[in-house]
């Protein structure tokens, strides 16, 4: 079975910026293999590129299930236009597209597909990666701004976490249940509660 997390990487704003801005996707060994793939696509420039007329440098592809989040609004869907990843000659990729509000072009830092994939190997599954400013967020000490920013999307991430399959249970606050999950012989409804 594939292994699958979230992947969470700073978005960069040239305007009104905050460390909240960021998109979010979901990766698994699919995922995985096609970025692998498109980096093949994208060969290093050399020697023998060089002599060539026309030569791919960059690959972009579009990320249409990519969450981007600006503070505490979701933006699925429905802010972002052209959402995609952009494959480098370098071996790096990064996240973009447009604010549809503003106009803003959206991007993150460059971050290296090959270790990428090798955190998404070597990680626990299910764990969230954080990449910030281009660097591996996790493992960095909590008092860093990294740490700081990695601690401050675990609190964002309990409030706005889009399960990666619907839920079987309502979560609304005083809503009924499902009739299949109201105990039978009851006489009141059942309400869903938080607490």
Request: hydrophobic share 35%.
């Given at each position: ?5 979230h ?24 995922f ?16 023998l ?17 990519a969450?981007?989040?600006s503070?505490n609004?979701?933006?699925m ?10 494959i ?10 447009k604010?549809?509000k ?17 955190l998404?190997?070597e ?6 990666l954080y ?16 740490g ?10 309990v409030?706005?976490?889009v399960?990666?399959?619907p ?24 309400r869903?509660?938080?607490?």
């Open positions: 079975m594939a292994k699958s997390r992947v969470v990487i700073q978005v960069v704003k040239r305007s009104s910026g905050s460390a909240t801005h960021h998109v979010e996707f979901l990766m698994d060994d699919n995985a293999e096609r970025l692998r793939q498109l980096r093949s696509l994208v060969p290093p420039l050399g020697s590129n060089k002599q060539r007329d026309l030569v791919i440098d960059k690959v972009r592809v579009r990320l249409p299930n969450i981007w989040r503070g609004e979701i933006e869907d429905g802010g972002v236009d052209g959402s995609c990843i952009v480098a000659a370098e071996g790096s990729f990064n996240c973009g597209g604010d549809r503003t106009r803003e072009k959206l991007v993150t830092y460059n971050f290296s597909i090959a270790r990428l994939i090798e998404h190997a990680r626990p599954e299910g764990e969230t990449i910030r400013d281009g660097v591996f967020a996790n493992d960095e000490p909590a008092e860093s701004p990294a700081r920013w990695v601690t401050s999307m675990h609190e964002l991430e409030v706005m976490r399960p990666d399959a839920s079987d249970f309502d979560t609304l606050h005083d809503l009924a249940l499902r009739p299949e999950h109201q105990q039978a012989g009851g006489g009141a409804p059942q869903a509660n938080f607490y």
